[in-house]
């Protein structure tokens, strides 16, 4: 899939998003916030769902768990521009109530397509919601900054998952802010372990579709992976 092709698809996706009535939150929003960023990142950050300022702007993460996002990326050297960010729920829950386990469900193929399409080594998970619907059954106390294989059937099993808290729990925890700062300097190594674990079951996919039909293409190859330096995005965090 060329840069366009995929560009094009999200677009197609949040256009659908923005229309979507599936669940109960499409009643009381003013707009759905189907995310944003680069197509051809290979980390996607995964919030749970919108708030007030998100709702009214139609973007994820504008309000002031946003700005602390946008510093953590920093940290490490990236913008926002440089990474996806999405939520699994694209409508905000009445009052910013928790999701519920239906409106999560109802916004998954949104969510599945979304990640089918950009094909990110690396999702970051924000909030427990998003961790849960990734890596189900998983405690962020006990598994915030580790990296796991994904468990779900949003992610191929070659992808890998980070785990961290809501930037907004450091907004009312302060003690988290320092754990949120650690924790998003893990991130690298992540996404390095993430690119190894991708190459070290490429030539299992190699096989798998020299033996298929003509007919079906290969798999794509993994956004980032130019060996150019200037085109690695580990760069950015030199």
């Given at each position: ?21 599936a ?12 995310g ?18 998100e ?5 994820p993460f504008?309000?002031?768990a946003?700005a ?29 109530r928790?999701p ?7 916004c ?32 962020i ?32 925890q ?7 700062l ?8 992540a ?6 674990r ?41």
């Open positions: 899939m060329t840069p366009d092709e995929r560009q094009g698809a999200l677009d197609s996706i949040a256009a659908e998003v923005r229309g979507c009535n669940c109960r939150l499409h009643e009381t929003r003013t707009l759905a916030v189907p944003e960023g680069n197509p051809e990142t290979e980390v996607v950050f995964v919030g749970e769902g919108p708030g007030f300022n709702d009214r702007q139609g973007r504008v309000g002031a946003g602390f996002l946008t510093e953590l990326l920093g940290t490490v050297g990236w913008n926002r521009s440089d990474v996806f960010i999405t939520n699994v729920v694209k409508c905000r829950p009445p009052e910013n928790d519920e386990p239906d409106e999560i469900a109802a998954a193929p949104h969510l599945r397509r979304q990640l089918s399409v950009i094909d990110p080594a690396l999702v970051v998970t924000l909030g427990r919601h998003s961790l849960g619907t990734f890596l189900p059954g998983a405690r106390g006990q598994v915030h900054g580790t990296a796991r294989p994904a468990e779900s059937g949003l992610l191929p099993p070659e992808s890998t998952v980070f785990a961290m808290y809501h930037p907004a729990a450091a907004l009312h302060g003690a988290l802010r320092r754990t949120l650690d924790d998003m300097t893990a991130v690298p190594v996404l390095r372990d993430a690119r190894e991708r190459t070290a079951t490429a030539p299992a996919a190699a096989a798998t579709a020299a033996a298929a039909p003509a007919t079906v293409p290969a798999p794509p190859s993994v956004p980032g992976s130019d060996p150019d330096p200037a085109a690695d995005q580990l760069t950015l965090f030199a």
